[in-house]
């Protein structure tokens, strides 16, 4: 008989195995603080260019892995791809970030494609990740991803990031009714979006909450445990034991039974949350993903392998999947990358 356990370390980690030395991989682990990435990017023109380039996508996803070997590799795309399959448009400004035109209103929603017609836009992504499936080592798991509505409605208000969400709180405010069905509709286009990237050999799915903070009580419940609830139990319907992990950025108290309110196998852990307080509060119900403060990967030395033994330590009594607490920054040293790695594999 076969060993019916899962062998990927990633995989053992979010099934509940506390492994001595934790798997690892990084948020943004193909981005700009490599130069073979800044190379592939010019050859691909601009960010949008690469990420619906399926060759040059699955060629900066492998970047990171063949230079670290970490234990994951995320598809190189971007939370910002599902409004544009919905049809808002979307461009990135030279050093401005996104902007995207706004919905701000019911006519605005009543403008955008439905949710299944998403596709015909997102097809290279579901191509990339057949590329990668096709490619990664053996031992690699391979992790999709989308934004959480909440977060990709905060964009798709605005037009762009913003610091407090602000536009998007008082759409909130002012018609609640519009702004629920716009959760709704990138609730049904997401779990569409992660079910075909599941389809095409994403292993993992990691749902990015990264504006989960600014909600507060019942807000909280409505529009971030709710819709992460409903992307869960869809994609676990329809692929039976699939792992996803969950991202509710700066929820600060919230975290604790995020996993169990969700349905979520690994709760992910920006770097503002005391691992002490994670490793009693969250990772008692599961895996727990996180949190070194990306700025070591800038700064570097003797404090980067302290913090880096610190977390090991903290979570060392359960399942833990090491990365940063959010995405490693352009400006980081990609020396150390390499001494945190090395922190981790060799104690
Ligand atoms: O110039 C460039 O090369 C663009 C920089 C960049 C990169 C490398 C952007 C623009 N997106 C990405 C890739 C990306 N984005 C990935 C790929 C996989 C990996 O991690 O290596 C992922 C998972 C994302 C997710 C993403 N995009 C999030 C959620 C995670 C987070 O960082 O909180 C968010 C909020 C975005 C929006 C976005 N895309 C890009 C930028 C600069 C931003 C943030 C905009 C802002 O709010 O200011």
Redesign the pocket.
């Known amino acids: 008989m076969t060993d019916p356990r899962p062998q990927k370390t990633i995989l053992r980690a979010l099934a509940g195995e506390a492994l001595p030395v934790p798997p690892v991989w990084?948020?943004?682990?193909?981005?700009?603080y490599l130069p073979e990435?800044?190379a592939t990017?010019a050859q691909a023109g601009d960010?949008l260019s690469?990420?619906y380039n399926p060759d040059l996508a699955a060629e900066?996803?492998l970047q990171?892995i063949r230079r670290y070997g970490f234990d994951a590799a995320?598809?190189?795309?971007?939370?910002?791809l599902v409004p544009q399959a919905l049809g808002a448009d979307l461009w990135?400004a030279t050093g401005e970030?996104?902007r995207l035109s706004t919905v701000t209103s019911a006519a605005d929603l009543a403008r955008l494609k439905p949710a299944d017609a998403i596709h015909d836009t997102l097809a290279p992504i579901y191509e990339t990740v057949k590329i990668l499936a096709r490619d990664l080592p053996p031992e690699t798991t391979l992790i999709g991803?989308a934004?959480a509505p909440w977060?990709v409605a905060t964009?798709m208000i605005a037009g762009?990031?913003?610091p407090d969400q602000g536009p998007a709180h008082a759409l909130k405010a002012a018609d609640r009714a519009t702004f629920s069905a716009l959760i709704d509709l990138i609730t049904e286009a997401t779990i569409d979006y992660l079910s075909m990237q599941v389809s095409a050999g994403a292993e993992v799915i990691?749902l990015?909450d990264?504006?989960a903070g600014s909600l507060e009580g019942q807000d909280f419940d409505d529009f971030a445990l709710a819709p992460a609830k409903r992307i869960i139990a869809a994609l676990k319907a329809r692929h039976p034991g699939l792992p996803v992990i969950a991202?509710p950025?700066e929820a600060k108290h919230r975290y604790e039974g995020f996993a169990q309110a969700t349905g979520a196998d690994c709760v992910a852990l920006d770097n503002s949350v005391d691992a002490g307080w994670a490793a009693a509060h969250v990772q008692r119900d599961g895996c727990v993903q996180g949190n070194l403060a990306p700025g070591h990967m800038v700064t570097g030395g003797p404090a980067l392998v302290e913090a880096t033994r610190a977390v090991v330590e903290a979570f060392r009594g359960g399942p833990h999947i090491f990365n940063l607490g959010?995405?490693i920054t352009?400006d980081a040293d990609p020396e150390n990358v390499a001494l945190m790695i090395e922190t981790i594999r060799r104690g």
Do not use: E, N
Request: hydrophobic share 40%.
């Open positions: 990084m948020m943004r682990q193909a981005g700009r990435y800044r990017r960010f690469l990420c900066v996803t990171p995320i598809l190189f795309a971007d939370i910002l990135f970030g996104p991803f934004g977060t964009y762009r990031g913003t990691k990015f990264s504006w991202f950025r959010h995405g352009p």
